[in-house]
């Protein structure tokens, strides 16, 4: 009788068991896993072996411009390609010049004051180019684009590395922070040098509170909820995001100056898988911050009508259209903040 009674319990057990394992292995529709979602108009180039291998070690990845009449020289000999002087209707033409420790797939756009364009590169026209990158040296591909209207211009080139990464997982995205390498360049067509845009700051930071002691730059974070949160406290800064297709989605930009040397404009666009696009109405916007000063932005981005995940990222530069060679930018650079992942499904 026993023995029966135990034979029972354990079958009784096992399909207990089997019942919990069988519904928990079920997944909702809103848990099964999600496509990445699409980047139109992404031009996609054949693998690139590097052409030339001038000994200088590399380990990450790197982004420049040669003139084609000094391909030949070594790169510390090359005249300088930050501020260029071009005549009306001539084209800022030189080589790309792209290279990687590690093979690596980059997808380069090109930023001309401060709106993303198409352009051609190694004969291929697209505001999107998808280059998978072997190591060993540089590659050089020739680029082509218009600088349209006298005046100061300013150019950004970007390469986003590992764009196809649509993990979600929040581990692996706080490794992602910034994973884009860029290049500047002040051009000024013909004689005027009035800048092409208007790029004057929308805002001034406000001192960053006593108790705050942490600063990413430029990062994408979760908007205030009170007057007391702020965006370094845990769990402000994003990584994996989810919402609902077609619908807004809350975000938050927080720029920093905190323990800065010196203030500076910062420039910003918006990326939305890979593709510029408006937030709080604007395509692009500059805020000034002080030493010991910060901006948060709040705003919202309207999902796509179709479920899959996304990538967003903020790309910034200091002082549009002043002067690199003179100095009178706080950093050449091209910066990024954190390239976040955003899953968004059917309501």
């Known amino acids: 009788m026993k023995m029966r009674l135990k034979q029972q319990v354990a079958i009784l057990v096992g399909s207990v068991i089997f019942i919990f394992i069988s519904l928990g292995c079920r997944h909702s529709p809103a848990d099964r896993p ?3 979602g699409e980047i139109p108009g992404m031009i996609v180039h054949e693998t690139q072996r590097p052409i030339v291998d001038w000994g200088i070690p590399t380990r990450g990845a790197g982004l420049g411009f040669v003139w084609p009449e000094h391909r030949h020289l070594p790169p510390l000999q090359r005249p300088q390609t930050e501020e260029i002087f071009l005549s009306p209707g001539q084209p800022f033409a030189p080589y790309l010049i792209l290279h990687a420790g590690q ?3 980059m997808l380069v756009t090109a930023i001309l004051d401060y709106q993303q364009i198409p352009f051609e590169l190694n004969g291929k026209y697209g505001a999107l180019h998808l280059i998978p990158l072997l190591p060993g040296g540089d590659v050089e591909l020739p680029m082509h ?4 209207g006298e005046g100061l211009h300013d150019l950004i080139v970007i390469a986003f590395l590992d764009p ?3 993990s979600t997982d929040p581990v692996e995205r706080l490794s992602m922070y910034a994973r884009l390498v860029g290049r500047r360049a002040r051009i000024r067509v013909g004689s005027s040098n009035r800048p092409a845009r208007e790029m004057r700051p929308i805002l001034h930071g406000a001192p960053v509170p006593r108790e705050v002691t942490l600063s990413l730059g430029v990062a994408l974070v979760r908007p205030p909820r009170w007057p007391w949160d702020h965006p370094s406290r845990p769990g402000g800064q994003l990584t994996v995001v989810d919402g609902k297709t077609g619908k807004p989605l809350p975000i938050a930009i927080w720029a920093s100056n905190l323990k800065g040397e010196k203030g500076a404009d910062y420039a910003m666009i918006l990326f939305f898988n890979f593709r510029q696009i408006p937030f709080r109405g604007l395509q692009a916007w500059t805020i000034h911050l002080d030493p010991d000063t ?5 705003g919202e981005v309207i999902l796509p009508s179709t479920p899959g995940i996304y990538q967003m990222q903020v790309v910034y530069v ?7 060679r003179e100095r009178e930018v706080r950093a ?5 903040s954190q390239r976040i992942a955003i899953r968004a499904q059917d309501p």
């Open 145 to 148: 684009i218009d600088v349209p």
């Open 332 to 336: 050449p650079f091209v910066f990024g």
């Open 103 to 105: 093979p690596i797939t």
């Open 318 to 324: 200091f002082d549009p259209y002043r002067s690199i």
């Open 294 to 298: 910060e901006a948060i932005l709040t």
């Open 164 to 166: 196809l990464d649509f």
């Open 34 to 36: 999600l496509p990445p």
